[in-house]
T-cell receptor, first 113, second 111 residues
């Protein structure tokens, strides 16, 4: 069964460093998302991506964040200068069409020290 | 904006007990409704969904009915198992495609 895959599963980084979280969405899906979950808290929307551009972003998604779909298969989330409060589980998701089921990856646990 | 409210956890039940996790939503349009489950150490998995009023989603013995008149989507299971221990998230899909999650309800099932 097709699935969304994320790498790495866990990343530890020093405050101020750049990190890139990688995702391979399900082939032929058109909509892509990043969400995050701070430990023990709710899952929060970060950004949605469609037709090679951001379609919506939340207040959390400030200038430190960026997304790319560099090669038609990968979908990356970059945090330019990490802060302690960026420590969270980051989930990638893809959706075949609007208003249908979103398929989530297993997540990348980011720890900023 | 659209939002989801679900009952606070943790919820602790004995095996074979009846489960209800309440969920209500606020939305301007007619969203799709979902329950996602997160087992310990794992990612989010879709448990069930309903796309319009009066639809009933079901999977693995869990059920939820889309109630437009009460703006609710309560999750139920007649007889829970230890393996059902997880965090359950109620969610809605907005017309502009993003998903809004509730805060999650942690469920503990005792043998």
């Amino acid at each position: 069964e097709p699935e969304v895959t994320q790498t790495p599963s866990h990343q530890v980084t020093q405050m101020g460093q750049e990190v890139i979280l990688r995702c391979v969405p399900i082939s032929n899906h058109l909509y892509f998302y990043w969400y995050r979950q701070i430990l023990g808290q709710k899952v929060e929307f970060l950004v949605s991506f469609y037709n090679n551009e951001i379609s919506e972003k939340s207040e959390i998604f400030d200038d430190q964040f960026s997304v790319e779909r560099p090669d038609g298969s990968n979908f990356t989330l970059k945090i330019r200068s990490t802060k302690l409060e960026d420590s969270a589980m980051y989930f990638c998701a893809s959706m075949p069409f609007m208003n249908t089921e979103a398929f989530f990856g297993q997540g990348t646990r980011l720890t900023v020290v | 904006g659209d939002s989801v409210t679900q009952m606070e956890g943790p919820v602790t039940l004995s095996e074979e007990a009846f489960l209800t996790i309440n969920c209500t939503y606020t939305a301007t349009g007619y969203p799709s409704l979902f329950w996602y489950v997160q087992y310990p150490g794992e990612g989010l998995q879709l448990l069930l969904k309903a796309t319009k009023a009066d639809d009933k989603g079901s999977n693995k013995g869990f059920e939820a009915t889309y109630r437009k008149e009460t703006t609710s989507f309560h999750l139920e299971k007649g007889s829970v198992q230890v393996s059902d221990s997880a965090v359950y998230f109620c969610a809605l899909g907005e017309r502009d495609d993003k998903i809004i999650f509730g805060k999650g309800t942690r469920l503990h099932i005792l043998p």
